[in-house]
């Protein structure tokens, strides 16, 4: 009887048993396939298409302004007229320089006559050497004379032409510092032009970015109007000093192609990246401290099992962590519900939390 009264005792205790034994429960987690990145964003910055090359123009003289020929965005051609000053001034100088120039030859003229008189007197042996030495240093005077009323002649012809303000080059106005009837100096600006056939990006950065750019930087230059219209380039130069207000540094950017619709002026938005190691991003939750060390939990694709794999952190925020490496690209991280698995534990992977 008592050894009938144990059986089911040892059974009982033997069902005790196997409840102890149960499996780990299947747990669902979030997961995120691991992408790799070698370059690293630094920002987005708007910016504008301008000309590499701009000239101010000014009059060689002064005076007044009679008339401008051609308004703010007016393509000009070589040596065309784009203003002009009221000429009476230069007209009179032109008018007076060819009046000494005039007198000037009527007296060279009676000096050559002159010496040649002197000259005949002397050889007949009737005339003065002391006079015909006069004669031909009159002569020789009156030449020089001759020369400088002439060159006066031409600054007076060169300073009429200077009443017209032209074009030296194929361009396009994109500013007037002076209107019509307005006096001004020489040398003043008066008009600003652009050369059209040569482009490039303008964008304005942080002093902070500014003062960490590389040779390594790639910049992103998009249409504002159309972002499908892109063209890369590279770093210029930038202004080695900030602007007092905006707290900014200019930089100029070479297009190595230029679009069609990039013309001047046009709002564009530059994006800026750097070439970097290798390097994986995660959200912040996939990650977790086992014995002071950094570790995920990666997923067993086809055992559905997950293993805690050590990482090397390279960076942290409240958001995301980036990792140099521990895991491969393609590999399954679990985001969520970290803390509640064990190593081999089975789990059911919600395939849409996968980017």
Not at 93 to 103: F, P
Not at 188 to 210: G, H, M
Not at 321 to 326: C, D, Q
């Amino acid at each position: 009887m008592r050894l009938l009264m144990m059986v089911p005792a040892c059974l009982l205790l033997a069902a005790c048993g196997k409840e102890e034994a149960a499996p780990d429960p299947v747990r669902p987690v979030l997961t995120v396939i691991v992408q790799p990145q070698d370059v690293q964003r630094l920002g987005r910055f708007a910016g504008s298409i301008q000309a590499r090359f701009e000239s101010t123009l000014g009059f060689r003289v002064a005076g007044r302004i009679a008339r401008r020929w051609v308004d703010v965005g007016a393509q000009v051609k070589p040596d065309d007229i784009l203003a002009s000053l009221d000429p009476t001034d230069q007209r009179n100088q032109v008018r007076a320089a060819e009046g000494d120039l005039a007198k000037v030859q009527a007296l060279w003229i009676n000096a050559q006559a002159d010496a040649r008189r002197q000259q005949a007197l002397y050889d007949r042996g009737v005339g003065a050497q002391a006079q015909l030495d006069v004669a031909q240093t009159n002569l020789k005077t009156t030449s020089a004379t001759l020369e400088q009323a002439k060159a006066a002649l031409r600054q007076a012809k060169d300073q009429l032409g200077y009443s017209e303000l032209r074009s030296d080059h194929a361009a396009v106005v994109t500013a007037w510092q002076a209107e019509a009837g307005q006096t001004v100096t020489a040398g003043q600006s008066v008009v600003t032009l652009a050369r059209p056939d040569i482009k490039e990006a303008v964008i304005d950065l942080p002093i902070n970015l500014a003062e960490q750019l590389s040779s390594g930087l790639e910049f992103l230059v998009a249409s504002q109007l159309d972002p499908s219209i892109t063209a890369k380039a590279s770093l210029r130069e930038i202004e080695p000093q900030a602007d007092a207000a905006t707290r900014t540094r200019r930089a100029r950017l070479t297009l190595a192609q230029t679009p069609d619709a990039f013309h001047l002026g046009t709002a564009i938005s530059v994006t800026l990246s750097s070439s970097v190691s290798p390097r994986s991003e995660l959200p912040a939750s996939a990650l977790l401290d086992k014995d002071g060390k950094p570790s995920v939990w990666v997923v067993d694709p086809q055992q559905k099992t997950v293993s805690m794999r050590e990482v090397k952190l390279l960076d942290r925020d409240a958001a995301t962590v980036t990792l140099a490496s521990g895991v491969q690209a393609g590999e399954r991280v679990v985001t969520a519900g970290v803390n509640s698995l064990k190593p081999g534990q089975k789990v059911i992977v919600d395939e849409d939390s996968a980017p």
